[in-house]
């Protein structure tokens, strides 16, 4: 199955909140022909929007092909947390990498941060940025656990932008009965994805990067120069880099053994209006502690945006509304008579360790991709970090690339069944609150 075409109307935006809410660019014609250039960028999300920007602003000719749109995939889908640290905890961390690795995963994760609200204010990207990020537990256990993660955060990394959630706190900041406390970090942010995404793109083209929409790569070969072919056309480039993450599908096998596509579902509500206030009393984006997580937001006209969902499969299902009204209404009941005005699907990469997978395939190629879902920040700063390496700068590309990176068991024809067994244990344990 072909994740970039099994799913989608082919070169059009599926009908997201976000899309019909997005700033969009100008359509980029597509691939005809053959052309040279420095470097060639597979895909047009965060990673490959940054590293093509970074690197024609180094003064390096890049091509930029997309199979459909700019932001097309999980970057202008996904539920548009800027989180802290990795998608794996610090602590987790060090047991894996040990204290100095670690500290610098750290650092390598707040400079993701610091670069997403920098290009966002250099280039006067208008994608509703606004601080904090909450988590929720569930239970005692949940809580205490957000309590001493906040807290080691602070004693070891002098990390002090986490405020403390008791019960009482937690239920003023969002009145939900299924939350028993929790942390606030001001020091992450959530925005409006897509129109982050097309401010990438806005700003890549005017750095002089050459975008090909429509354009779907089916085939590279490798070599110095390698040749990247499309579907009408080529490209001989001195530099590869892929940036597909859950729509690489068979280009790269070693990629494809330790990245792989899931599928995540979000709905929008009918503008709440002045019933806003009993979903979130600030305006801030939460996440809760389950394993199939919730994650919520308002959005500037008042709705609801909320992510979360179970489903199997690489097809999206046939009511996906149906499918995250459920969550939705064990942490909102209030809500049940709300209208849904949009509900949508996208495909993100996901890890054995759950973090990034970053990797030089060859002297000339590199990939980045599989951020289980903490890709605003980790994925933009990767495709800079990608712009460094090409340049001879690859300490903080080196650094990542260090973590183990474990193929998936069964390869790629085993894996989503073993995938399907291993989330219908952990959504029973969401449900029995083990």
């Not at 990939?367 to 970090?385: E, I, K, N, P, R």
Request: glycine share 10%; charged share 20%.
């Amino acid at each position: 199955m072909n994740l970039l075409f099994s799913n989608d109307k082919r070169g059009a935006y599926p009908a997201s909140w976000y899309a019909a809410t997005a700033q969009h660019l100008t359509p980029f014609a597509p691939l005809k022909g053959e052309t040279r250039a420095d470097v060639c960028i597979v895909g047009a999300g965060y990673t490959g929007l940054s590293a093509a920007l970074h690197l024609a602003e180094s003064g390096m000719d890049v091509v930029l092909l997309d199979a459909h749109r700019v932001g097309f995939g999980a970057s202008g889908r996904n539920g548009g947390q800027l989180g802290s640290g990795q998608r794996m905890d610090q602590d987790a961390l060090q047991a894996l990498m040990g204290d100095a690795e670690a500290a610098k995963l750290w650092q390598l994760a707040e400079d993701a941060k610091t670069l997403v609200k920098d290009l966002i204010a250099r280039h006067d990207i208008d994608c509703d940025l606004k601080p904090g990020v909450a988590h929720t537990g569930f239970n005692t256990r949940d809580v205490d656990d957000l309590h001493r993660y906040a807290e080691h955060l602070n004693a070891r990394y002098g990390y002090d932008q986490i405020e403390i959630l008791d019960q009482a706190g937690c239920h003023d900041l969002c009145p939900s009965p299924a939350y028993k406390g929790g942390t606030l970090d001001m020091g992450a942010a959530h925005l409006h994805p897509l129109n982050y995404a097309l401010g990438l793109g806005r700003a890549a083209a005017a750095a002089g990067v050459r975008i090909f929409e429509n354009s779907h790569v089916h085939h590279i070969a490798p070599g110095e120069p390698a040749t990247v072919q499309t579907d009408q056309g080529r490209v001989i480039a001195d530099h590869v880099v892929l940036a597909c993450n859950g729509y690489l599908g068979g280009l790269d096998r070693r990629v494809a053994a330790r990245v792989m596509p899931i599928n995540n579902f979000i709905i929008a509500t009918e503008p709440l209006g002045d019933a806003a206030d009993q979903v979130l009393t600030r305006d801030v984006a939460v996440a809760d502690t389950k394993f199939v997580v919730n994650y919520f937001r308002l959005s500037r006209d008042r709705r609801l945006l909320f992510g979360g969902g179970e489903s199997y499969g690489y097809k999206f299902p046939a009511d996906i509304a149906a499918v995250v009204r459920k969550p939705m209404l064990q942490i909102y009941p209030h809500l049940a008579n709300v209208r849904i005005d949009h509900a949508w699907g996208g495909t993100l990469g996901i890890t054995m360790k759950r973090m990034p997978y970053l990797a030089r395939l060859a002297p000339n190629m590199l990939s980045a991709s599989g951020y289980s879902g903490h890709g605003v920040g980790t994925a933009t700063h990767a495709g800079q970090l990608m712009a460094l390496a090409i340049r001879g700068q690859a300490e903080g590309f080196d650094t990542l690339s260090r973590v183990p990176a474990p193929a998936f068991p069964g390869g790629t024809a085993l894996r989503s069944p073993l995938l399907v067994l291993a989330m219908t244990w952990y959504a029973l344990r969401d449900r029995l609150g083990v």
